[in-house]
């Protein structure tokens, strides 16, 4: 062979090799990111668990509605190997316990591939899942009444379990982003304001209307990015829609996803399979902000004739209809993220980067710059300026425990919301207070009586308006090394090209949250899309404007840090954009991570509820037995029940397994074949404590309008635990056939 003749073959040889490790790099020359995609159940204690999200110390688990999911998507940016793990969790709160396990859990196995820095996990918030999951102890009390391990432990899993997952997925891919928005009308509108009275206070208000003139007081824009693999595959989607989840309410008591977890349900359903990664098509719905909304809708009352008040148009969420309603918010989402999903979009380019810090919060001293004059209201009285705002040492006012009245009300306190207190008004309750409402006088009293006087005149100063149910503060005091709350609070901001992603640990009100978008866009001016990802990576409760918590509706009792509280993260946020710019450096009251974990329970003070001791039965009678049967048959459209002898459904979490409580089967060519479980809307797992330690589990199918006529069985499946050996042993029971037609 001459030596062209060997130049020839060793550059050919050359070139493919290349030309292989570039193809097995980036997937094809036009490819930017690597995706993943992944979900994983994270179901809680189905029974005995206090419910998060109405502090509602009635609302005990009973069963299940709809399964709990952990959806996560990983973008790569192959340019630069930059990667961010976007991840939904249909959960009631994010919790910092569960967030800084998770973190630790990814950098022992990844290093600092996943960290702090590109990590979001954020909760759909549920208003329909058990508590009891959280590392600090205020938390626990009030939404879950005590720690529950297992389901901390289930739900950190599952959370880690997905990203794995949609890392060992990552596969060369295109991103679409696409945004729309939903109607104001009724009838055809996904919310409402439900707190006007403090949203007319926002002297911006006249600046966002509607065509008709009247404010437009929601968000109502939905943004979404699609994901598809190299060869065309559809891999997922992940959405950030303003839907308050709180139609499942409070007088409902099994678990499920409410609007988010169920759109989830209906767009995943009908996703074509992501068999690239022999995983299912994911659709995540994140919560954006829309913190002062509702879904519960007035209009909603016309719908059922049983409820009709003469064209009365009232409606929360109590109990009656919740599920159907939950059902047409969750078709309304699922429906224009289908549009936007089918619409052509825009195709996603640019690099990832990413800026995260933690904030101290407590007495954090605000720059003028960010104080209007319009903000301050008692420069007189209290000796305001422009100079001296600061944030307080957190505390929830009577209004967060009277809960949101259009919601239905928490079942703490009889007060309603809007109570203000006089700024001067330093006085100890009264015996008509207590006498008329009397869980806030008490806490008043307690008060006065633990707190030095100094202490909490000075935080009553701070909060000004808000009437204080609860201190913060004074808990991590009075408890020795408790840890009643985390104020180190973290602040995200993820940039994937055009798109900013700011992820905050605080529900945002509508106006609160386009300020917050416009004051990154000041500072990044190159970003087309830019939209917040709340409830994401601890919680510090609400967002609202000065002019809003001035009202003290729900939203201004649960913003803990008081009056000025949008105006420090303005700050926060607008200084840690800056940090894009290579030369600026990260604020001087930024902490680590470190200092974010020291204020965490490492052993938790309450942990009593949801704990089986053991599982008994009646004599002569097995775990499984069948004690009603179904009839013969059925119509569709009707409703089939089962019951069997059943044992304690936390059993499940104890042997961490994700195995449905239930299967419907159907007969198929002569072989039984599940076709539902206790994820499927039209199933209910409903479970019931018989005498001291026996249980009877009731199954409900509600047959759909679309049911294959044909024949039918329902299959539960259980654990039950030995009194004498403390073993956890599985147990099935079956029907008999039925027919549907």
Aim: hydrophobic share 40%; glycine share 8%.
């Amino acid at each position: 062979m001459d030596f062209r003749k060997k130049m020839s073959t060793l550059l050919g040889f050359t070139f493919l090799t290349l030309l292989i490790l570039t193809t097995s790099a980036s997937g094809n020359a036009d490819t930017q990111f690597m995706l993943g995609a992944a979900v994983h159940d994270i179901t809680g204690p189905p029974a005995e668990v206090m419910f998060a999200g109405y502090c509602d110390f009635d609302q005990v688990g009973r069963g299940i509605f709809m399964r709990q999911r952990a959806r996560t998507i990983i973008i790569q940016d192959i340019q630069t190997d930059k990667r961010v793990v976007l991840v939904t969790a249909d959960i009631p709160m994010m919790s910092d316990g569960v967030y800084a396990t998770v973190i630790n859990k990814l950098r022992n196995r990844f290093g600092n591939l996943y960290t702090e820095a590109n990590v979001v996990i954020s909760a759909t918030h549920t208003h329909s899942g058990p508590g009891g999951y959280f590392k600090t102890y205020a938390l626990n009390i009030f939404a879950g009444m005590t720690f529950h391990e297992d389901n901390f432990d289930t739900i950190v899993q599952g959370i880690y379990a997905s990203i794995v997952q949609a890392h060992g997925n990552l596969t060369p891919g295109e991103i679409r982003i696409n945004s729309g928005f939903f109607s104001p009308e009724k009838g055809t509108r996904i919310n409402r304001q439900r707190s006007p009275e403090a949203y007319v206070l926002n002297r911006d208000a006249p600046d966002y209307l509607l065509a008709s003139g009247a404010f437009d007081d929601t968000n109502r824009k939905m943004t979404q990015l699609k994901l598809v693999a190299g060869d065309g595959t559809p891999m997922g989607m992940y959405n950030w829609t303003p839907v308050h989840p709180n139609v499942s309410g409070s007088h409902l008591f099994l678990i499920n996803g409410d609007i988010n977890g169920y759109a989830s349900y209906l767009f995943e359903k009908s996703g074509t399979p992501f068999t690239s990664a022999n995983n299912g098509f994911i659709a995540a719905f994140a919560q954006n902000d829309c913190a002062d909304t509702s879904g519960n809708l007035p209009e909603d009352a016309l719908l059922f004739t049983d409820i009709h008040k003469d064209g009365e148009e009232d409606w929360i969420a109590d109990g009656t209809h919740d599920y159907e309603r939950v059902a047409l918010r969750a078709k309304t989402v699922a429906g224009l993220a289908a549009e936007l999903y089918d619409g052509n979009g825009t195709v996603l380019t640019g690099n990832i980067d990413y800026r995260q810090i933690f904030v101290p919060m407590k007495d954090f001293l605000i720059d003028p710059a960010y104080i209007d004059a319009e903000d301050i209201y008692y420069a007189d009285r209290l000796g305001e300026t422009q100079d001296n705002c600061r944030l307080c040492g957190g505390s929830a006012g009577v209004g967060f425990f009277a809960g949101s009245t259009e919601d239905g009300d928490s079942g703490m306190v009889n007060v309603g919301e809007g109570n203000t207190r006089d700024i001067d008004d330093y006085r100890i309750a009264s015996l008509s207070d207590l006498i008329q409402d009397p869980i806030p006088a008490v806490t008043n009293l307690l008060m006065q009586m633990i707190v030095p006087g100094e202490a909490l005149y000075a935080e009553m100063d701070c909060q000004m308006e808000k009437q204080i149910g609860l201190s913060l503060d004074e808990l991590n005091r009075i408890i020795p090394n408790g840890k009643a709350w985390n104020l180190n609070v973290p602040i995200q901001i993820i940039r994937i090209g055009e798109l900013a992603i700011l992820t905050l640990p605080l529900e945002v009100s509508t106006m609160a949250g386009r300020r917050l978008k416009d004051e990154i866009k000041s500072v990044l001016p190159d970003t087309s899309w830019v939209v917040i990802n709340a409830t994401a990576n601890s919680d510090a409760r609400y967002l609202t404007t000065r002019e809003e918590y001035a009202a003290q509706q729900y939203e201004g009792g649960a913003t803990l840090l008081g009056p000025y509280s949008l105006n420090a993260v303005r700050q926060i946020v607008h200084e840690l954009a800056e940090t894009f710019t290579p030369s600026v450096d990260y604020p001087d009251y930024a902490v680590g991570f470190e200092a974010f974990e020291r204020d965490l329970e490492t052993r938790s003070i309450f942990q009593i509820s949801g704990n089986v001791i053991f599982d008994d039965k009646p004599l002569f009678k097995r775990f499984g037995d069948v004690i009603e049967q179904p009839p013969p048959s059925r119509i569709i459209g009707d409703m089939v029940t089962a019951r069997f002898q059943g044992a304690h459904p936390n059993n499940n979490m104890a042997v961490a397994t994700s195995e449905s409580y239930l299967a419907v089967e159907k007969k198929i060519d002569g072989i039984w074949k599940p076709v539902l479980d206790d994820h499927d809307p039209s199933t209910r797992y409903l479970w019931q404590r018989d005498g001291i330690a026996n249980s009877i589990v009731t199954i409900e199918w509600h047959i759909p309008m679309d049911t294959e006529p044909g024949t039918y069985r329902i299959r539960h499946m259980g654990r039950w635990k030995s009194g004498w050996t403390g073993q956890i042993k599985r147990y099935e029971g079956l029907t008999r056939s039925f027919e549907v037609y």
